[in-house]
């Protein structure tokens, strides 16, 4: 398996997990708006330095950026791949807990598959280098590194 095989394997497969994520965080607005903005809980997916990252947020009111959009606070992540219930459910009325701890063990999933294949991406690119080691096959060189002048 070649290099482009093997980022192009996992660029796909963590784009399938980011739409999957999103389309949850859509479901999650969706449900938000129906119980008329009283949960103040924000969820974010995104991309960060190739990871897949899905945070938590609460609204951080009078602050805004120049742009007129409300600045939010992430919450802390727990240890493994969830939050924190405690850490949730301080921002969450009674009655709509349950739903929110639904939505973060969806989460959660999609993290640790994220995760998951993160590591058989590294897996993989070190047993490649280490097979063509063995083989005697020369590897292509890597990206060239700038350096400043």
Not at 56 to 65: D, E, I, L, T
């Amino acid at each position: 398996m070649e290099k482009n095989d093997i980022e192009f394997w996992y660029l796909d497969e963590l784009h399938r997990l980011e739409q999957e994520a999103s389309r949850l965080a859509q479901e999650y607005y969706a449900w938000l708006k129906s119980t008329g903005n009283l949960v103040e809980l924000w969820v974010r997916v995104r991309r960060l330095n190739g990871c897949l990252q899905i945070e938590w947020a609460v609204p951080s009111w009078g602050y805004r950026h120049s742009d007129g959009k409300a600045r939010s606070k992430y919450l802390p992540k727990g240890k493994g791949y969830r939050y924190p219930s405690s850490t949730l459910l301080r921002h969450v009325p009674k009655q709509y807990q349950a739903r929110v701890l639904e939505f973060e063990r969806a989460f959660a999933e999609i993290r640790h598959a994220a995760k998951l294949l993160t590591e058989a991406k590294r897996a993989t690119e070190r047993y490649r280098k280490q097979a063509d080691r063995v083989l005697g096959v020369e590897l292509p060189p890597s990206r060239p590194r700038l350096t400043a002048v």
